[in-house]
C-alpha cells in the first residue's frame, strides 16, 4: 500500500496549489481528480485575478489585501499567464456609483496594493471614448479606467499541477474518490482508478473538490464537520464582437449587479449570472434565462452589440461558486474561504469551502499551515512565491 503524507481531493486551482504547496514544503504528496484537471469551475470562472474591487463596499479589507498582494506575485512568476489589463468603467447618469465614489474606492484599493504597478486610475478623456469598442456614449458622463489582471483559468491550473509534477507530485486522473478512514493518527483512503479500487494510506487529507466538497465530506468516517453552502451558478456567454481597448465593467440595466464584458480569444466573454443551484454539479448548464440578462448587458452598453440574440451565441459556460449559507443574494455574500478541520490540534482533514481563483496560492499555504502540525519535519525543495508558472498548452 502506498503512504503519503498529504493526499489532495480534487484537480481545480485549489487542490493543485495544495499539491504544490505540499511537494514544495517537501512532503509525498498525490492528487485525486475524478475527470480532469480544471474540469470543473477552474475551467468556468470569469478568468480573472483581481483585487475584488467591489469587495470594499461590503468591508471585506483584508480579503482585497491579499487578492492584491497574491495578484503581484502572479503577475511576477506567471507572466505568460497573467496579465495586467486596464478596466474601464462607464459611468451615466443612471450608474448607481458616481465618479467620486469610485475613485475613493480606487484611491483605497491602490492604498491596500501598496501604490504597487497596477494600482494607479484615472478619468479617460472624453477626446478618447471614441477608442472604446463602440461603447454607448449616450448620456455617458465619465470613464474611469483603472488595472486589474486576466489569465486563462484552465491553463494557470494546469500549469501549477505541472510545477508540482516536477518537484515529484503524485496524481491520479480520473480517480473516483470512494472513502476515507480516520484513525488516531492517519487516514485510510479508497479510489477507484483504470476500473479497480486502490486503496493508500496518508498522514493527512485535503478535500478540495470544488461543488463536490460536502459530497467528499459526506464519505470520510467517522463524520466531520461540514459547513452550510449553498452552490450558485455563475453563467458566461461568447459572442462574436471583438474588445481591444480593455475590460468593461459594468452595472446590469435590471439588478445593477455588477458583469464584465471582457476580450476573449478574438471574441467577447461576457459574465456572470448568479443563480441558485441544487442538484449534482456535473451537470450544471447555462439556462436561457441567464444567456437573455447578459445579452440585455451587453446590449445596453456596447453599440456593436445590439440586436445580438442567442442564436449569436458562439460559446456558452456555467460554473458553481461555493458559498455560505445565508438569506442575503449571492451577490452580497462574503467571498472569503471556509476552511474545515476535523480536529483541533493535529487534524486528519482539512476541507476548502469556496474561494476566488486569485487567492489560490494563499489558500493553499493557509492549508499546509494548518496541517503542519500533524506532518513529519521535512526540507523544503521550494517558495511557491519563488516557483515559475509556465504556459503549456
Not at 227 to 232: F, G, K, Q
Not at 260 to 268: A, Q, V
Not at 284 to 301: G, M, N, S
Not at 307 to 314: H, N, P
Request: glycine share 8%.
Amino acid at each position: 500500500m502506498q503512504e503519503y503524507d498529504v493526499v489532495v481531493v480534487g484537480g481545480g486551482i485549489h487542490g493543485a496549489g495544495v499539491l504544490q504547496a505540499a511537494v514544495a514544503a517537501g512532503y509525498r504528496a498525490l492528487l485525486l481528480e475524478q475527470l480532469g484537471i480544471a474540469s470543473g469551475t477552474s475551467s468556468r470562472s470569469s478568468k480573472l485575478i483581481h483585487g475584488g474591487l467591489r469587495y470594499l463596499e461590503s468591508g471585506q479589507f483584508s480579503l482585497v489585501r491579499e487578492s492584491l498582494h497574491e495578484r503581484a506575485i502572479l503577475l511576477r512568476i506567471a507572466p505568460e499567464l497573467v496579465r495586467l489589463r486596464p478596466f474601464f468603467i462607464p459611468v451615466y447618469k443612471k450608474t448607481r456609483r458616481r465618479p467620486w465614489q469610485l475613485r475613493i474606492g480606487l484611491s483605497v484599493y491602490a492604498l491596500l496594493g501598496g501604490f504597487a504597478a497596477g494600482t494607479g486610475f484615472g478619468a479617460v478623456p472624453r477626446r478618447e471614448w471614441s477608442t472604446l469598442d463602440g461603447l454607448d456614449t449616450t448620456g455617458l458622463q465619465d470613464v474611469i479606467r483603472y488595472y486589474d489582471a486576466q489569465t486563462d483559468d484552465a491553463l494557470l491550473t494546469r500549469a501549477v499541477v505541472n510545477s508540482a509534477l516536477s518537484l515529484g507530485a503524485h496524481i491520479a486522473v480520473p480517480a473516483r474518490f470512494l472513502m476515507a478512514s480516520l484513525d488516531q493518527n492517519s487516514v485510510l483512503i479508497a479510489y477507484e482508478f483504470k476500473g479497480a479500487r486502490v486503496e493508500c494510506r496518508a498522514l493527512t487529507l485535503v478535500n478540495a473538490a470544488g461543488p463536490w466538497a460536502p459530497l467528499v465530506a459526506a464519505q470520510v468516517h467517522p463524520p466531520i464537520p461540514i459547513p452550510a453552502v449553498d452552490l450558485v451558478q455563475g453563467t458566461h456567454i461568447v459572442v462574436p464582437r471583438s474588445i481591444a481597448a480593455g475590460i468593461y465593467y459594468v452595472e446590469s440595466p435590471t439588478d445593477g449587479r455588477a458583469v464584465f464584458l471582457m476580450p476573449w480569444k478574438g471574441s467577447m466573454l461576457i459574465g456572470t449570472t448568479e443563480t441558485p443551484y441544487s442538484g449534482d454539479p456535473a451537470r450544471v448548464q447555462p439556462l436561457p434565462q441567464e444567456e437573455e440578462y447578459l445579452l440585455a448587458v451587453a446590449r445596453r452598453y456596447m453599440t456593436t452589440c445590439r440586436g445580438l440574440t442567442r442564436a449569436d451565441i458562439s460559446a456558452r459556460f456555467a460554473g458553481l461558486r461555493v458559498l455560505p449559507a445565508a438569506d442575503a443574494s449571492a451577490f452580497n455574500r462574503s467571498r472569503e474561504t471556509i476552511f474545515t478541520t476535523d480536529r483541533d490540534p493535529g487534524p486528519r482533514v482539512v476541507g476548502i469551502y469556496g474561494g476566488k481563483l486569485t487567492g489560490w496560492r494563499a489558500a493553499a499555504a493557509h492549508v499546509l499551515a494548518t496541517l503542519r502540525p500533524s506532518l513529519p519535519a521535512r526540507i523544503a525543495r521550494a517558495s511557491t512565491s519563488q516557483l515559475p508558472l509556465r504556459r503549456n498548452e
